[in-house]
């Protein structure tokens, strides 16, 4: 899998690219993440690649062409599945969607900055807008990095232990139970029972019953869905 990130500011993003799981991916050929400077597209003596909005108003507006001119260059290079934009009015981020995206070859993430993007290129070049939460950031680098990196570790291979992807919260509209590890009792404080009688079908069913329980009582709203 293949994916672009465009950004005002992508010196932000290398350090982490190089430093998590995702520099594994990479190594491995399962995950190419290529950081593209928006500025380097921008035909402005200066470089800049926002302007003032038409109409008037406070903040200034990510222009069209140095965005476009980028885009395009990585379109002549291969098929895009998806042109991503991170906006806080996107739609909201969640398990199923980084599912779906994982399964993509090639994806563009448009890192929002200012007021925003010119609205036409939402309009005719953007196909995916999305939201980390409800609520605003200076930037959509770190949205794209929570993005990518949550796609990433669903890439086979990229984690070490293959089935922990799986088990992970919210596969499968559920928290996932409490995990402990050794020792056993440090200072009085006890791990169940349970957990340590080798007793393989009683541990899942227990923690199937702590993730139910979890969920009940911290997501009760996950429970609800499909
Ligand atoms: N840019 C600023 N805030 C954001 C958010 N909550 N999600 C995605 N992109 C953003």
């Given at each position: 899998m293949r994916i672009d990130i465009l950004s005002a500011v992508p010196d932000l993003l290398q350090s982490f690219f190089e430093h998590s799981i995702l520099k594994r991916a990479n190594e491995r050929n399962l995950l190419e993440v290529h950081l593209h400077n928006l500025h380097d597209y921008s035909a402005k003596k200066f470089k800049q690649i926002d302007d003032y909005q038409f109409g008037g108003g406070a903040g200034m507006v990510m222009c069209i062409e140095p965005i476009l001119k980028c885009i395009e260059s990585l379109q002549k290079e291969r098929r895009y599945d998806e042109i991503i934009f991170t906006t806080p009015d996107g739609e909201l981020l969640e398990q199923k969607m980084v599912n779906t995206l994982s399964l993509k070859e090639n994806i563009i993430i448009l890192c929002g900055h200012y007021?925003?993007?010119?609205?036409r290129l939402r309009e005719h070049i953007i196909t995916k807008e999305i939201s980390i939460g409800s609520y605003v950031l200076s930037g959509g680098e770190l949205p794209a990095a929570i993005i990518v990196d949550a796609i990433g570790r669903?890439?086979?291979?990229?984690?070490?232990?293959?089935t922990s992807a799986l088990s992970d919260?919210?596969?499968?509209n559920m928290l996932a139970p409490p995990v402990y590890t050794r020792p056993a009792d440090y200072n009085g404080w006890k791990v169940p029972e349970i957990l340590l009688s080798g007793h393989e079908k009683k541990i899942e069913e227990w923690r199937n019953q702590q993730a139910l329980e979890r969920t009940k009582q911290r997501r009760p709203d996950l429970l609800q869905n499909d």
């Open positions: 007021k925003g993007i010119d609205e669903l890439i086979p291979g990229v984690l070490n232990d293959e919260s919210f596969q499968d």
